[in-house]
Nanobody, 127 residues
């Protein structure tokens, strides 16, 4: 059972940057595909970014591509989401997710692909 704990959220202004962290209890997090999702009030949870088990493949939602970067530090069992040039529409609760996979380059967008979820961290971007 993998436990994920997100941190780094907060209140920022449009144009600012934030880095979210997701710390895992599982020491073999490198065996998992990791992703970030977000959910705004009244909206469905949506895919933001994913990184493959070996870090060699990443995928981003069109809305964040070029501004957000997902990365992982296997030594620290932590996944990061660097968010630059934040816009008010980025306001949401951000969730870290993970799923075990044998494929080193596997990433996935559907939330159903992921078995483990954190509790989320709130990001609020003011205009």
């Amino acid at each position: 059972q993998v436990q994920l704990v997100e941190s780094g959220g907060g209140l920022v202004q449009a144009g600012d940057s934030l880095r979210l962290s997701c710390a895992a209890s599982e020491r073999s997090l490198f065996m998992y595909t990791k992703a970030w999702f977000r959910q705004a009030p009244g909206k469905e949870r949506e895919f933001v970014a994913a990184i493959s088990r070996n870090g060699g493949s990443t995928d981003y939602a069109d809305s964040v591509n070029g501004r957000f970067t997902i990365s992982g530090d296997n030594a620290k069992n932590t996944v990061y989401l660097q968010m630059n040039s934040l816009k008010p529409e980025a306001t949401a609760r951000y969730y870290c997710a993970a799923t075990s996979t044998r494929s080193a380059y596997y990433t996935s967008r559907p939330s159903e692909s992921y078995d483990y979820w954190g509790q989320g961290t709130q990001v609020t971007v003011s205009s």
